[in-house]
């Protein structure tokens, strides 16, 4: 993808501003919350049948959760911090694109709990929501995105580099 100042640098319509930089920052800081601080709920939540009794996690599901932590964490300063410091849709663009398909990796990762899951709403718990909708409507969020869906009407921005070229 060829970079133009025209494409260089947008004010970024107020609904993907939001979403990105704030909405789902903070839904992934409470998902790193919850599986590397509440491990047995987050495996309750996540399969009931098969979580462990109690609070007893054995070590390597610890270890792997609290990794999943280092993730979710990882995801929310991508989001909240990288795309927080530019305006440049190549950049936005490339951002979007990969938690796209971390996405796609997302919903494929809760198949073996059969295809109720995807649809059966009146059996979802806090976690199902999290992990269908939600991880939907950010899919849904980055390909409009990615799309340009509200992006065309973007009036460039004087960035700090552009405007140290300019002087």
Do not use: C
Request: glycine share 8%; net charge positive; no cysteine.
């Amino acid at each position: 993808m060829a970079r133009t100042k025209a494409t260089a640098a947008h004010t970024l319509p107020m609904p993907y501003r939001l979403f990105f930089l704030v909405v789902e920052p903070i839904s992934a800081l409470v998902g790193a919350y919850y599986a590397h601080f509440r491990q047995a709920d987050y495996l309750a939540l996540t399969h009931a049948p098969t979580a462990p009794p109690g609070d007893t996690i054995p070590a390597g599901t610890s270890i792997v959760l609290s990794q999943l932590a280092n993730l979710y964490l990882l995801f929310a300063l991508n989001e909240a911090l990288v795309l927080r410091a530019t305006s440049d849709l190549f950049v936005w663009k490339a951002v979007l694109f990969v938690l796209l398909l971390a996405d796609l990796g997302h919903l494929y990762s809760i198949s073996s709990l059969g295809p109720r899951v995807y649809w059966d709403v009146a059996s979802w718990n806090a976690i199902d929501w999290g992990n269908v909708p939600f991880v939907y409507l950010g899919a849904s969020m980055r390909l409009a995105f990615l799309l340009g869906v509200g992006i065309g009407g973007g009036r460039p921005v004087k960035t700090a580099t552009a405007a140290k070229k300019s002087a």
